[in-house]
């Protein structure tokens, strides 16, 4: 889905930030593509009601969904969203980021969402995203929802992952180097050959930008799309990360322009066959990420 590139760095902010009319409707971080207010992990259960009353005040502030960037809201759980559903001027949010989606929780979300158009992006961070096994069920739940012409990506719990490990986030180590990296991978396989978009998890450490990028390029070359942001200092790091080479872009002109099989291209073979999957998707992210 390629509306999923228009994600970009998608900034995380708790739904009891005192300017979250301004966030939202983009006007105090136009640089963002994407902004999800969070009524999870980052709003404490005794300020859950606050939240709540925080969003129904902003709600009627913001603009309709093709004016500004993209919104979202991640609900607590189920019941949390029913009460976000029944809130007037919900529509002026683009749909809701689905935390810790499994086979287990995946029908409960369904019955709030039956008689709405709101599109989700169900979260992978329970113990049975660590499992290829469990990989594949949770891909299969998703196919045969209701929700799946809906889900505009699938996001990574990066840092739930880790918890489930008892590790967390190394300053000046990217996500790769840990055993969630091997999660990643496995995730693309398990999920991108049935159409599926997958976002990159956050990192920790908005004062690292060198880390930052040498994690963006393998996000990338992961064929990741978007990534978390916790801070607006990361927000330029992650565009420009995000951004379609030259050399990428011509590559994959070549690939779809070809009238030979296979040809040489930047001291290296391609096969228009092979490649053209490729080459579509940098076409389709350059269009987007490019404006």
Same mark, same amino acid.
């Given at each position: 889905?390629?509306?999923?590139?228009?994600?970009?760095?998608?900034?995380?902010?708790?739904?009891?930030?005192?300017?979250?009319?301004?966030?939202?409707?983009?006007?105090?971080?136009?640089?963002?593509?994407?902004?999800?207010?969070?009524?999870?992990?980052?709003?404490?259960?005794?300020?859950?009601?606050?939240?709540?009353?925080?969003?129904?005040?902003?709600?009627?502030?913001?603009?309709?969904?093709?004016?500004?960037?993209?919104?979202?809201?991640?609900?607590?759980?189920?019941?949390?969203?029913?009460?976000?559903?029944?809130?007037?001027?919900?529509?002026? %949010?683009?749909?809701?980021? *689905?935390?810790?989606? @499994?086979? +287990?929780?995946? /029908? =409960?979300? #369904?019955?709030?969402? !039956?008689?709405?158009?709101?599109?989700?992006?169900?979260?992978?961070?329970?113990?049975?995203?660590?499992?290829?096994?469990?990989?594949?069920?949770?891909?299969?739940?998703?196919?045969?929802?209701?929700?799946?012409?809906?889900?505009?990506?699938?996001?990574?719990?990066?840092?739930?992952?880790?918890?489930?490990?008892?590790?967390?986030?190394?300053?000046?180590?990217?996500?790769?180097?840990?055993?969630?990296?091997?999660?990643?991978?496995?995730?693309?396989?398990?999920?991108?050959?049935?159409?599926?978009?997958?976002?990159?998890?956050?990192?920790?450490?908005?004062?690292?930008?060198?880390?930052?990028?040498?994690?963006?390029?393998?996000?990338?070359?992961?064929?990741?799309?978007?990534?978390?942001?916790?801070?607006?200092?990361?927000?330029? %790091?992650?565009?420009?990360? *995000?951004?379609?080479? @030259?050399? +990428?872009?011509? /590559? =994959?002109? #070549?690939?779809?322009? !070809?009238?030979?099989?296979?040809?040489?291209?930047?001291?290296?073979?391609?096969?228009?066959?092979?490649?053209?999957?490729?080459?579509?998707?940098?076409?389709?992210?350059?269009?987007?990420?490019?404006?």
């Amino acid at each position: 889905m390629s509306e999923a590139y228009r994600l970009g760095a998608s900034l995380y902010v708790p739904a009891t930030n005192d300017n979250l009319s301004e966030v939202l409707s983009g006007r105090q971080f136009p640089q963002a593509r994407s902004l999800i207010a969070c009524t999870e992990d980052a709003v404490s259960s005794t300020d859950l009601p606050h939240a709540m009353s925080h969003i129904r005040r902003t709600l009627p502030t913001l603009p309709p969904r093709s004016h500004g960037p993209l919104r979202f809201i991640r609900p607590r759980n189920a019941e949390v969203l029913g009460q976000l559903l029944a809130m007037h001027d919900i529509d002026r %949010v683009h749909g809701f980021v *689905l935390p810790k989606i @499994d086979t +287990d929780t995946l /029908a =409960a979300y #369904e019955r709030q969402l !039956a008689d709405h158009d709101f599109c989700i992006m169900p979260t992978l961070e329970t113990p049975q995203a660590l499992d290829p096994l469990g990989q594949r069920e949770i891909r299969a739940c998703l196919q045969g929802s209701p929700l799946s012409s809906r889900v505009l990506a699938v996001r990574i719990g990066g840092n739930d992952l880790l918890s489930m490990l008892a590790m967390k986030r190394v300053r000046g180590t990217t996500i790769y180097d840990t055993p969630v990296g091997l999660v990643i991978q496995q995730l693309v396989l398990a999920f991108r050959p049935y159409g599926f978009q997958l976002t990159a998890p956050v990192y920790d450490f908005f004062d690292d930008p060198q880390t930052l990028r040498r994690e963006l390029a393998i996000d990338t070359a992961m064929g990741l799309v978007g990534k978390t942001a916790i801070h607006p200092m990361q927000i330029p %790091v992650i565009e420009e990360g *995000l951004r379609v080479s @030259d050399e +990428d872009l011509r /590559a =994959a002109r #070549e690939v779809l322009g !070809a009238t030979t099989a296979v040809f040489k291209s930047n001291g290296g073979m391609v096969e228009k066959a092979v490649h053209t999957r490729w080459a579509q998707a940098i076409i389709a992210r350059q269009a987007i990420v490019a404006l």
